[in-house]
């Protein structure tokens, strides 16, 4: 998943280092550079990757203010798990220096509550080879001409918690702004969502996640919501099996009416939206018992999981076919270990079964 907007890197092993060179590029001092090193630290999980501009979330020009957004978001989010978990996340600050901008990568891996938790923004441009010009196109920018490749600006923040106990859902989120130039002219859009895969069904966390996330559009449309969960349970299908791949949430792209700033402020909000909508599922069931038969049925849904991220999440197949493409980034998503089990079938009547109900045939949930 993005940053599935993770396009042509070099990974950095050492924040620090990457600021450092970054700055220096820039024309800093050592005394701005440590300045700004520290205030970036304070605010963000690592140096903001635009360097030595205001991200200001009220004013200015969009790429700015989303980068402000993203950074926030991973910041909140990252300590919010860690305050759970105990452990600290790993912090990859990497840089594009050939065609510009960079990301940060955050991945909590074997900690107490979570198995593998990442949390990922990148701020990149450069060019969309045609192949990607050929999907957006297909997606409807028709004004995008075809065959030639074209300057693109695209910025992102992109997680997937997969935690310990089976009893605690997956989440899955991300929320995009993306700039296209063709023939002189700026198509812009913004898309994102945030979704649940529960392994074994509560209708309590599932009616919690929903309303938490119908609050979130309700401001901005009243039909947001409903339109955005109909758009989720019809994107995030495995369809050679015929199931879901959780219990749904919200999901859109290419919005670019009324305004960008009202694109902007529903984005913000969305993203708000995701740790009361999230963490409070974590705490009710993070010390759950359960048997090794729950832990392989999680693995079971686990591999349905990579199934649904290989086969035909758009944004993973967008990275493979963009040259140079940080794959570690890209594959943030997968879990560190999953199943496949032939001809696997759970009783009708038995958890498991229910679950699966519900995965063949979405609900509404609020």
């Keep these: 998943m993005f940053a599935k907007f993770s396009f042509t890197v070099r990974a950095c092993g050492v924040a620090g280092c990457v600021a450092g060179a970054a700055a220096a590029v820039a024309g800093w001092t050592s005394a701005e550079q440590n300045n700004h090193v520290m205030l970036a630290s304070s605010a963000y999980m690592a140096q903001q990757i635009t360097p030595n501009i205001s991200l200001d979330s009220s004013a200015g020009d969009m790429r700015h203010r989303m980068e402000g957004l993203i950074l926030r978001t991973q910041k909140d989010l990252c ?18 220096p050939n065609e510009g901008g960079g990301g940060i990568s955050c ?32 997606r ?28 605690v859902p997956t989440l899955h989120f ?34 919690h996640f929903h309303s938490t996330l119908e609050k979130a559009c309700r401001p901005h449309n009243p039909s947001f919501y409903q339109r955005f969960k109909k758009t989720c ?9 015929g199931e879901r791949r959780g219990v749904g949430g919200i999901f859109f792209d290419d919005m670019d009416q009324p305004s960008a700033d ?66 570690e980034s890209i594959l943030m998503s997968l879990p560190l270990e999953a199943r496949w089990e032939y001809m696997h079938e759970p009783e009708p009547n038995s958890p498991e079964g229910k679950m699966m109900a519900v995965l063949k045939n979405p609900r509404d949930w609020i």
């Design 233 to 241: 349970d019809n994107y995030f299908v495995i369809k050679f099996r």
């Design 107 to 138: 991945v909590l891996q074997d900690g107490k509550v979570f198995e593998k938790a990442g949390v990922n923004i990148s701020v990149v441009k450069g060019v969309l080879p045609p192949e990607a010009v050929k999907q957006m196109r297909a």
């Design 262 to 327: 009202a694109c902007y402020q529903f984005v913000d909000s969305c993203a708000k939206s995701v740790i009361p909508s999230y963490i409070p599922i974590v705490k009710r069931h993070y010390r759950d018992p359960y048997t090794d038969r729950h832990r392989q049925w999680q693995l079971l849904r686990r591999g349905r999981y990579v199934e649904f991220n290989l086969v035909y999440d758009r944004g993973t197949k967008f990275g493979f076919n963009t040259p140079g493409a940080r794959i």
């Design 79 to 96: 300590d919010a798990l860690s305050k759970i978990d105990g452990k600290e996340f790993r912090v990859d600050r990497w840089l594009r």
């Design 174 to 207: 991300n929320y995009r702004y993306f700039e296209v130039i063709s023939d002189n002219q700026r198509i812009w859009w913004f898309g994102g969502g945030t979704d649940l895969t529960p392994y074994y069904l509560d209708e309590t966390d599932a009616k």
């Design 140 to 167: 409807g920018h028709s004004a995008l001409k075809e065959g030639e490749s074209l300057p693109f600006f695209a910025c992102g923040v992109s997680s997937v918690i997969h935690p310990r106990n089976p009893f």
